[in-house]
Structure formats: C-alpha cells, structure tokens
C-alpha cells in the first residue's frame, strides 16, 4: 500500500519564515524521500493548499508541463507568503527554485 504523505508545515510556527531553510530540506525525511522520487506530489499538495490549483493531481499534472511549472511554482511560493506572512519576493523565490528546486518544495 501505497502512503501518501501531506506536507505538514509549509511555515514556522513565528510566521518569519519558511519553516525548512533552503538546504534544510532534510528536516522532515519522510517528505524530502517523497519530494526526491515523486516530486509531483508535494508539488501538487502545495497548489492545491493555497488554492493555485483545484486539486493536487492537477497540480501534479502541471509539474511535468514546462514552463508552465515555473510559474505555478512562483505562484505558489508568493501565495504561501502572501498567506502566512513570510518576507521575499520573486526573486527570492526564483533563487530557491534555481538553487535547489526539490529543496523548495518542501
């Protein structure tokens, strides 16, 4: 059987920042394995947790859809920010995903 797991807290509980720094992705295993073998998934949990996508397998589906993910990404990582009050920008977004892409999905 297949288990999925959610992403837990995309934030800290202080609302200051991201709740795993750029490289600290290894916080939480469970979601940096799944975030390494099927990246789609916490992709898509995280569209479809601020509203960016219907559902998570459409965003899963638009993880595969180039270019088209790179802007579903920044809208997502400015809509948790938006949301839970975290300082950044576009281009600090655009950094993360260069940087280290599966890092900021979790």
Excluded: Y
Aim: one cysteine or more; aromatic letters at 10%.
């Amino acid at each position: 059987q297949f288990l999925l797991f959610r992403i837990k807290a995309v934030v800290s509980t202080q609302s200051t920042g991201w709740a795993h720094g750029l490289m600290g992705c290894f916080d939480d295993f469970g979601t940096c394995i799944i975030a390494w073998v099927l990246p789609c998934i916490p992709f898509g949990q995280n569209m479809e947790a601020v509203g960016t996508a219907s559902s998570c397998l459409i965003g899963g589906i638009l993880f595969f859809v180039p270019l088209v993910d790179i802007i579903c990404w920044i809208q997502t990582r400015g809509a948790i920010r938006e949301q839970h009050g975290i300082e950044g920008s576009l281009i600090s977004d655009l950094f993360a995903i260069c940087c280290c892409p599966l890092c900021a999905l979790v």
